[in-house]
């Protein structure tokens, strides 16, 4: 240790300042495994012999520090990739190393690191989703008193994945635990952007209803294309503020940016898709709901 590493033998003081002193062999003396063999150790007789009569010197690769888990000896070996997300990565290692590496008796293989959390943030998410999902539904209906008017909003949330994955698709973002946070919000969006809808086309129905403008299948079309394609401005100013709102982040560079845009990634896609179904499904679906009303009314 003290020939080839180094070993502290004193310290200097210099005013303030303290130094350590160090004593090695210089690097001339510890250049090569042949002249590392001369190295002299001392022995119980006081005499010096050269450390390679006694022992074989050689290089070896092996591990720079000996780690243990659980009282295991352990070894790391580090992954990264940029192809894939990390989940599906893994998947495709752990089929790999199954089919080409058999380990022998005492050894075990673990895969740890960000593949254990999205394995537990995926697990929780099977809860936190449903959960979600139950309490937007609860919240629409309280607020509509309608089963129907609620099953019409909840359909924005497929619909908005669909632009949600294509705009990830497009950023060339992967599956990750920020962007499962971006859909879960996009879930309320859609929500509060479909009960918009809706109101308008409340409305405008009501509003002939009241006129007696319902008299047959066309008045109710064109209550329903009064209330879908008349009002489209306050529509679209809606979904822009929200849109608006998220673009700059897109743009950011600044510290957590990364965390922030694959959270903003899906908000913004989503909110492309589900508003188009909002002006061009929602319509025909109230339209397929209310002719059913008038039929059963007239009938």
């Given at each position: 240790m003290?020939?080839?590493?180094g070993?502290?033998?004193t310290q200097?003081?210099e005013g303030?300042?303290?130094?350590?002193?160090?004593i090695?062999?210089?690097?001339?003396l510890?250049?090569?495994?042949d002249?590392?063999?001369r190295?002299?150790?001392?022995?119980?007789?006081?005499?010096h012999?050269p450390?390679?009569?006694?022992?074989?010197?050689e290089?070896k690769?092996?591990?720079a520090?000996?780690?243990?888990?659980?009282g295991?000896?352990?070894?790391?070996v580090?992954?990264?990739?940029?192809?894939?997300d990390i989940?599906?990565?893994?998947?495709?290692?752990k089929?790999?190393v199954t089919?080409s590496?058999?380990?022998?008796?005492g050894?075990?293989?673990v895969?740890t690191?960000?593949y254990?959390?999205?394995i537990?943030?995926?697990?929780?998410?099977k809860?936190?989703?449903?959960i979600?999902?139950?309490?937007?539904f609860?919240l629409?209906?309280?607020?509509?008193?309608?089963?129907t008017?609620?099953?019409i909003?909840m359909?924005?949330?497929?619909?908005?994945?669909?632009?949600?994955?294509?705009f990830?698709?497009?950023?060339d973002y992967q599956m990750?635990?920020?962007?499962w946070?971006g859909?879960i919000?996009l879930?309320?969006?859609?929500?509060?952007?479909?009960?918009?809808?809706l109101?308008?086309?409340?409305?405008?129905?009501?509003?002939?209803?009241?006129?007696?403008?319902?008299?047959?299948?066309?008045?109710?079309?064109?209550?329903?294309?009064?209330?879908?394609?008349?009002?489209?401005r306050?529509?679209?100013?809606?979904?822009l503020?929200?849109?608006?709102?998220l673009?700059p982040?897109?743009?950011?560079t600044a510290?957590?940016?990364?965390?922030?845009?694959r959270?903003?990634?899906p908000?913004?896609?989503?909110?492309?898709?589900?508003f188009a179904?909002?002006?061009?499904?929602?319509?025909?679906?109230?339209?397929?709901w209310?002719r059913?009303?008038?039929e059963?009314?007239?009938?």
């Amino acid at each position: 240790m003290t020939a080839i590493g180094g070993e502290p033998i004193t310290q200097t003081i210099e005013g303030r300042e303290r130094y350590t002193v160090n004593i090695r062999y210089p690097r001339a003396l510890r250049e090569n495994v042949d002249q590392l063999k001369r190295i002299l150790i001392p022995t119980l007789t006081d005499s010096h012999i050269p450390i390679g009569e006694i022992a074989d010197l050689e290089y070896k690769t092996g591990p720079a520090m000996i780690r243990d888990e659980n009282g295991f000896l352990t070894g790391y070996v580090y992954l990264d990739t940029g192809e894939s997300d990390i989940g599906g990565f893994v998947e495709r290692a752990k089929s790999k190393v199954t089919e080409s590496v058999n380990l022998t008796k005492g050894y075990t293989l673990v895969w740890t690191g960000q593949y254990e959390n999205i394995i537990r943030v995926r697990e929780r998410m099977k809860l936190v989703i449903p959960i979600t999902l139950f309490i937007i539904f609860f919240l629409i209906y309280m607020n509509t008193k309608s089963y129907t008017k609620t099953l019409i909003v909840m359909c924005a949330v497929p619909f908005s994945l669909i632009g949600a994955v294509g705009f990830l698709y497009i950023l060339d973002y992967q599956m990750s635990i920020a962007v499962w946070v971006g859909m879960i919000a996009l879930m309320g969006l859609d929500a509060e952007t479909g009960v918009f809808m809706l109101l308008y086309l409340d409305l405008s129905y009501n509003a002939a209803k009241r006129k007696g403008l319902l008299k047959n299948d066309l008045e109710l079309k064109d209550a329903i294309l009064h209330g879908a394609v008349k009002r489209v401005r306050p529509k679209i100013m809606t979904v822009l503020c929200a849109m608006m709102g998220l673009l700059p982040i897109m743009w950011s560079t600044a510290t957590g940016s990364d965390m922030m845009k694959r959270i903003a990634a899906p908000m913004v896609g989503g909110l492309v898709t589900s508003f188009a179904l909002e002006l061009l499904v929602y319509p025909a679906i109230y339209y397929l709901w209310k002719r059913k009303e008038l039929e059963n009314y007239h009938g």
